[in-house]
Nanobody, 121 residues
Framework: QVRLMESGGGFVQAGESLTLSCVFSGSSFSINAAGWYRQPVGSPRDLVATIDRVGKTKYADSVKDRFSISRDDAKNTLYLQMNNLKPEDTAEYYC???????????????WGQGTQVTVSS
């Protein structure tokens, strides 16, 4: 019933920036945590960034100084600002809704169709 739609991916060169968006339809977005995952071809999904119900954020070490997750509850939209992109960031990016148990994020709603990010050197 909850529908997710990622957008904003593309083909960029190393050092450039992209902003990903994810629209949540049919959900109580304002009271849910959310997170971005990415999946390179042939690899499992990795958790990239999370944001909780009150806007606190967490990041994977590999992206901590370059990426920023945010949310606009009025628009039911999740964002991922990606700066200084590197070829290792190349992946299909997915958004999820979920919950925190302690400090651990568990996705409950997902996946959308994903949006492809390709970074060339």
């Amino acid at each position: 019933q909850v529908r997710l739609m990622e957008s904003g991916g593309g083909f960029v060169q190393a050092g450039e920036s992209l902003t990903l968006s994810c629209v949540f339809s049919g959900s109580s977005f304002s009271i849910n945590a959310a997170g971005w995952y990415r999946q390179p071809v042939g690899s499992p999904r990795d958790l990239v960034a999370t944001i909780d119900r009150v806007g606190k954020t967490k990041y994977a070490d590999s992206v901590k100084d370059r990426f920023s997750i945010s949310r606009d509850d009025a628009k039911n939209t999740l964002y991922l600002q990606m700066n200084n992109l590197k070829p290792e960031d190349t992946a299909e990016y997915y958004c999820t809704g979920g919950s925190f148990i302690g400090t651990v994020y568990y996705p409950n709603v997902g996946w959308g169709q994903g949006t492809q990010v390709t970074v060339s050197s």
